[in-house]
Structures are given as C-alpha cells and as structure tokens.
C-alpha cells in the first residue's frame, strides 16, 4: 500500500473550485512561503515565479484566494492589508509600533473562538481577532541603548 499524496497547490485550488493557472500557484505559493506579505512584496515574489503580472490581477487573484479560504488577509490599523497563508486555527498577532513587524501569536487558552464577548448581541461567533501592540526585540533594544 502506497502512502497518500499529499495535495498540490493546483489541487488545493482545484478543491476549492478556483481555475488553476500558473499565476495563482504562483501567488498562493508566495505567500505562504512569505511571513505577513504586502501586496508589493506578493507581486514581487509572484514576478520572480512566472514573470510580469499586474497589480490588479495581484489583487484579484488575493481577493479570490482571501475568499475560498486560502489565504488569511490582516489589516492591523494603521498598516497596509497583509496576507499569510497561515489559516483556519484563529491565532492572533503582535505588531510592532516602531518598524510595523508583525509576528504570530498562538490562541492562549480555550477553543475557538478563543475570547468570549461579554455581550455577543445575538451574534453566532466564531472568529476573534487580536492585535497585541508593543516594541519588537530589536526595536526595544534600540530605544534602551
């Protein structure tokens, strides 16, 4: 008995009925081989994979990941939208207020949705999103140095 494939990115597309072309593989490998990307930098990285793409088709082709649940968007306030490929286990995040990193932080305690409201006003929940706001290692250093 042979072990079981394991899925590629086309398949993983396939699944989730998106069209699989050579730019959304591309895509989709870049930003989970990436660590919190902005658009420009999965343009890039999308580039250095398959050549010349647009930014709109970037968007577009973010836009139809983001939704088939892919690809995680976080929008910290303040900061351009940024993507992972990190998904589906509602983990939170720590930014830097100095130079703007962004780092993972693992749900503390409890099960999904990790947090729960005060008053959830008839809402069914399950997501919370946190943000923890602080200085990264390398910035804080720099301040006490």
Same mark, same amino acid.
């Given at each position: 008995?042979?072990?079981?494939?394991?899925?590629?990115?086309?398949?993983?597309?396939? &699944?989730?009925?998106? #069209?699989?072309?050579?730019?959304?593989?591309?895509? /989709?490998?870049?930003? %989970?081989? *990436? +660590?919190?990307?902005?658009?420009?930098?999965?343009?890039?990285?999308?580039?250095?994979?398959?050549?010349?793409?647009?930014?709109?088709?970037?968007?577009?082709?973010?836009?139809?990941?983001?939704?088939? &649940?892919?690809?995680? #968007?976080?929008?910290?306030?303040?900061?351009?939208? /940024?993507?992972?490929? %990190?998904? *589906? +286990?509602?983990?939170?995040?720590?930014?830097?207020?100095?130079?703007?990193?962004?780092?993972?932080?693992?749900?503390?305690?409890?099960?999904?949705?990790?947090?729960?409201?005060?008053?959830?006003?008839?809402?069914?929940?399950?997501?919370?999103?946190?943000?923890?706001?602080?200085?990264?290692?390398?910035?804080?250093?720099?301040?006490?140095?």
């Amino acid at each position: 008995m042979s072990a079981p494939r394991t899925p590629t990115t086309a398949d993983e597309l396939r &699944g989730v009925g998106l #069209r699989v072309t050579a730019a959304r593989v591309a895509l /989709l490998e870049t930003v %989970r081989d *990436g +660590d919190h990307l902005d658009v420009e930098a999965i343009a890039s990285g999308v580039r250095d994979r398959v050549g010349h793409i647009s930014l709109q088709a970037v968007y577009e082709a973010l836009h139809a990941l983001t939704a088939a &649940g892919l690809v995680r #968007r976080i929008e910290p306030p303040g900061s351009p939208a /940024l993507f992972e490929g %990190r998904i *589906g +286990d509602n983990h939170h995040h720590v930014v830097c207020r100095s130079c703007g990193v962004v780092a993972d932080v693992d749900c503390a305690v409890g099960e999904a949705p990790c947090l729960t409201a005060s008053d959830d006003h008839g809402f069914s929940i399950d997501e919370a999103e946190v943000i923890y706001w602080g200085l990264c290692l390398d910035c804080s250093t720099a301040r006490t140095s």
